[in-house]
Structures are given as structure tokens and as C-alpha cells.
Nanobody
Framework: QVQLVESGGGLVQAGGSLRLSCAASGLPFSIYAIGWFRQAPGKEREFVVGISWSGGNRYYADSVKGRFTISRDNAKNTVLLQMNSLKPEDTAVYYC????????????????????WGQGTQVTVSS
């Protein structure tokens, strides 16, 4: 059974930092591209960042570029999302997702490209 479990969410003041973690099990993690998406209240889920299964390629949404950093450790089946300089508009439920690919450098930004999703972790940024 495939599981993606997010952790690390919480409440932080604007300008602060949080580090989210996505732990995967039940799948050959090293051949899955991983992405983070978020959904704010009343809004559609949106792409935040993606990383290739090799870890060599990353793609960030413009709204988080320069503030968020994604990394992965295939030996630990884990992806980290370091979020700095947080803003109130970053408030959302954050989801990690895994998308199978045979191309090491593939980075996915569309939801349909992902096969598995976690349950999400809440991030709240107060002003």
C-alpha cells in the first residue's frame, strides 16, 4: 500500500520559517518525481514545487521562488520543503504527491501527472 505522509506544518508568524517533510512508503521512491501542492480556503489546489527523481531538477512556482527550497533523500524515501520568509498568503493545506516517470530529469507541475497523494498538512502564517 502506497503512503505519503506529510508533517511539519503549523502556525508561524509572517517572515518565519517551516520545514515540511514527506515520507513515502510502498513504492519505489527513487523513480518517482515528487511535487508539493497547496490549497487555501476557497481556492483551487495549486502547484508549489516539483523535484525530479534524480533530485537534479527542480521547478518552483513564481510565488515561492527564492523563498522555498525542495530537496530529497532517496535513501530515506523523504522529501523536504524548506519554507522561509513565509507570508500570510502561504497559508494553506500542503500536499505532497508522487508521479511515476522513466525519465530521471522529469519534473511535473500538473496534478494529473501525479499518481499518489498525501493527506496534507496545515500551514498557517499570521500577519
Amino acid at each position: 500500500q502506497v503512503q505519503l505522509v506529510e508533517s511539519g506544518g503549523g502556525l508561524v508568524q509572517a517572515g518565519g520559517s517551516l520545514r515540511l517533510s514527506c515520507a513515502a512508503s510502498g513504492l519505489p521512491f527513487s523513480i518517482y518525481a515528487i511535487g508539493w501542492f497547496r490549497q487555501a480556503p476557497g481556492k483551487e489546489r495549486e502547484f508549489v514545487v516539483g523535484i525530479s527523481w534524480s533530485g537534479g531538477n527542480r521547478y518552483y512556482a513564481d510565488s515561492v521562488k527564492g523563498r522555498f527550497t525542495i530537496s530529497r533523500d532517496n535513501a530515506k524515501n523523504t522529501v523536504l520543503l524548506q519554507m522561509n520568509s513565509l507570508k500570510p498568503e502561504d497559508t494553506a493545506v500542503y500536499y505532497c504527491a508522487a508521479g511515476q516517470t522513466s525519465v530521471p530529469g522529469s519534473v511535473y507541475s500538473l496534478q494529473y501527472q501525479y499518481n499518489y497523494w498525501g493527506q496534507g498538512t496545515q500551514v498557517t502564517v499570521s500577519s
